[in-house]
């Protein structure tokens, strides 16, 4: 049986990265990106949750802020849980395994602005495993 997980989303950032650390303090950030969905006649909205898990975190906390661009390459993951009120609960997140920053501002008179395939920067989990979360 073939199996494959990848998505790719390029999109603005609907919130600051909330970087945290879990138990064991590994380091986890987490954001909202918003991606827009243009129709013939019409544009709509997708909103995707993404976590990224270690360096990847701390750079994104670091240096991105609500409404920066940014392409995510990741998978999805399926979560279930138990809410406090007792009900079952499911959701599907994106896990970043690598960011692109897009869009970057020219500093000074010899910056390259957002011209570069890159988009001025980015980062990559760089051989973490992805089992947590």
Request: hydrophobic share 30%.
């Amino acid at each position: 049986m073939v199996s494959f997980n990848k998505v790719v989303l390029a999109g603005n950032l609907t919130r600051d990265p909330e970087l945290r650390f879990t138990g064991d303090g590994v380091t986890v950030a987490n954001f909202g990106l918003a991606v827009n969905r243009v129709r013939s006649k019409s544009e709509e909205v997708d909103f995707f949750d993404i976590t990224c898990w270690r360096e990847l975190g701390e750079t994104v906390a670091n240096y991105k802020k609500k409404g920066d661009p940014i392409l995510v390459e990741g998978r999805l993951q399926y979560r279930t849980w138990e809410a406090q009120d007792g009900s079952k609960r499911s959701k599907v997140d994106v896990v970043a395994d690598n960011i692109q920053f897009l869009g970057g501002k020219p500093e000074g008179n010899g910056g390259s602005g957002s011209g570069s395939r890159r988009g001025g920067g980015g980062a990559r989990r760089g051989g973490q495993g992805g089992g947590h979360g």
